[in-house]
């Protein structure tokens, strides 16, 4: 019997210290946010596509963090500011 063989695309392991800034935006899980309002929110307050920011989610919910964006002290504020606005725990940080 021959064994299909699937062959997956080469990915780039992105780095959360890539990119233009200097801090870090960090979520954490909660038990009262449904998966569809982080992703929503993710995608406001970043202004990410839905993939990344599903992806996000799926880490938030199953790692308990995620990081979700990255920039300069005062993006990443903001950011985290509208992620807050739905009783998210959320972490800027420098890097």
């Known amino acids: 019997m ?3 063989v699937v062959e997956t695309p080469e990915t780039e392991v992105q780095d959360p210290t890539t990119g233009t800034g200097e801090h870090i935006v ?4 909660n038990d009262y946010n449904t998966i569809d309002e982080v992703i ?4 406001k307050a970043t ?3 839905v993939q990344e920011a599903a992806m996000e989610t799926w880490e938030i919910h199953n ?3 995620s990081i979700v964006h990255h920039g300069s002290a005062t993006e990443c504020e903001r950011a985290a500011s509208i992620i807050r606005t739905i009783g998210i725990k959320v972490e800027v940080r420098p890097i």
Do not use: R, S, T
């Open 47 to 49: 202004g990410c596509g």
């Open 40 to 43: 929503e929110i993710l995608m």
């Open 63 to 65: 790692l308990g963090k």
């Open 26 to 29: 960090i979520v954490f899980d």
């Open 2 to 4: 021959n064994a299909a």
